[in-house]
C-alpha cells in the first residue's frame, strides 16, 4: 500500500485526503440508517454529507449516482460494514456509561455525531479531537442544523501527531478519572510506529478502569485496498479524485492486544465476521474483504499502573 500521498504535517479538510474519508463514511452511515432493517440510525449523517458539499457523496447518498453493478455492489458492501463498525462503538460508548463512566474521547473523530445523537448519562463530557479544519467544519454545520449536544462536548483541534494529551487537558479533560477512549477507523491512517505512540499516550492519561475501544488490521493498510484501489478510477470518473487506498500506511504493526496487554490493559479481541454476527448480519462474502475478514474489534480495560 503506497504512503505516497501523505507525509509528516500533511493536513487536510472534509473534502481532501484523509478527512474525505470521514465524508466517505458518514455517506455510508447516512446510507445504512436508511434501510429498511437498519442497525444504525444516525439523523446527522446525510445533512452533514450535504453540508460538506462533495458532489459525489451527495449524489451517493442520495442514490442519484449512476453506478455500474462493480460500484454498486461495492457501496452496499460498504454501507453494511460501516453499519456494524458504527453499532460496535455505539454499544461500546452505550456499555461505558452504564458502567458509570462519564467522560469519554473520540480520536479522529472527523463527522462523528456521537456527543449528539447517543443518549449519554447525565453529568458525561464528551472530547473530540481532530485537526482544526475538520472539527470547525462540523460544528458549524451542527450548529446551522440546530443541533442540540446530548452530552458536555469539547470540540479540540488537534493534530494527532502533536501533543494532542496537553491540549486535551487543557480543555478540561480529567486524568484522574475513568475514560472510555475510542479509536475507530483511526490507525491505518498513522505509522506503524505511530500507532504505537497513540496508545502510549492514551495510557498515560487514562486512569484505571479506564476503557479503549480500537480495531486491528493484521494486513495495516492493506485492509484499504483490494476493491478500493481498483475502483479509485472509476470513482475519479464521477468526480471524486481522492485515491483512498493510497492513504493508508503499510509496514508491519505491532499486534494491537499484545501491545495493549503489556502496557497494563486487559484486552478482548473478536473477528469482525463475529461481530457481524452479534448484529443479525453475514460478513460479505467478497475477495476485496479478504483482508477486512481477518481485522479484530478490540476492547481493553486499563488495570494497570501508567508507565
Known amino acids: 500500500m503506497s504512503d505516497s500521498l501523505r507525509h509528516d504535517g500533511d493536513e487536510w479538510d472534509l473534502a481532501s485526503s484523509v478527512g474525505a474519508t470521514a465524508t466517505m463514511v458518514a455517506a455510508a452511515r447516512a446510507i445504512a440508517s ?14 452533514l454529507v450535504r453540508a460538506v458539499g462533495v458532489d459525489f457523496f451527495v449524489k451517493l447518498v ?5 453506478l455500474d453493478d462493480e460500484e454498486a455492489d ?17 454499544d461500546f460508548f ?3 456509561g452504564r458502567a458509570g463512566i462519564r467522560q469519554a474521547v473520540i480520536l479522529a ?44 462536548r469539547h470540540a479540540v483541534a488537534v493534530d494527532l501527531r502533536d501533543d494532542w494529551p496537553a491540549a486535551l487537558v487543557a480543555a478540561g ?21 505511530a500507532q504505537d505512540r497513540l496508545f502510549d499516550d492514551i495510557t498515560a492519561v487514562s486512569a484505571p478502569g479506564s476503557r479503549l475501544a480500537t480495531e486491528y488490521h493484521p494486513d495495516g493498510g492493506a485492509a484499504l485496498g483490494g476493491r478500493a484501489t481498483g475502483l479509485a478510477d472509476k470513482w475519479r470518473a464521477h468526480g471524486f479524485d481522492v485515491d483512498v487506498a493510497s492513504l493508508a500506511y503499510g509496514g508491519e504493526r ?3 492486544a499484545d501491545y495493549l496487554t503489556g502496557k497494563g490493559w486487559h ?11 452479534d448484529y443479525g448480519r453475514q460478513f460479505p462474502d467478497s475477495e476485496a474483504l479478504e483482508a477486512l475478514r481477518n481485522s479484530l474489534s478490540v476492547i481493553a480495560t486499563f488495570e494497570g499502573e501508567r508507565s
Open 34 to 47: 436508511k434501510e429498511s432493517d437498519p442497525i444504525i440510525d444516525d439523523p446527522y449523517a446525510d445533512p
Open 62 to 66: 442520495d442514490g442519484t449516482l449512476p
Open 74 to 90: 461495492a457501496g452496499k458492501m460498504l454501507a453494511d460494514v460501516m453499519a456494524v463498525r458504527t453499532r460496535f462503538f455505539d
Open 94 to 96: 452505550l456499555d461505558a
Open 109 to 152: 473523530s472527523g463527522l462523528d455525531s456521537r456527543a449528539y445523537r447517543l443518549p449519554w448519562p447525565t453529568g458525561t463530557s464528551v472530547f473530540e479531537i481532530d485537526q482544526p479544519a475538520v472539527l470547525g467544519a462540523k460544528s458549524a454545520a451542527l450548529a446551522d442544523l440546530g443541533a442540540t449536544p446530548t452530552a458536555e
Open 173 to 193: 479533560f480529567d486524568a484522574g478519572v475513568p475514560t472510555a477512549w475510542s479509536a475507530e477507523g483511526l490507525l491505518v491512517y498513522l505509522p506503524p510506529e
Open 254 to 256: 505491532t499486534p494491537v
Open 267 to 277: 484486552v478482548s479481541a473478536r473477528p469482525r465476521p463475529d461481530v457481524f454476527a
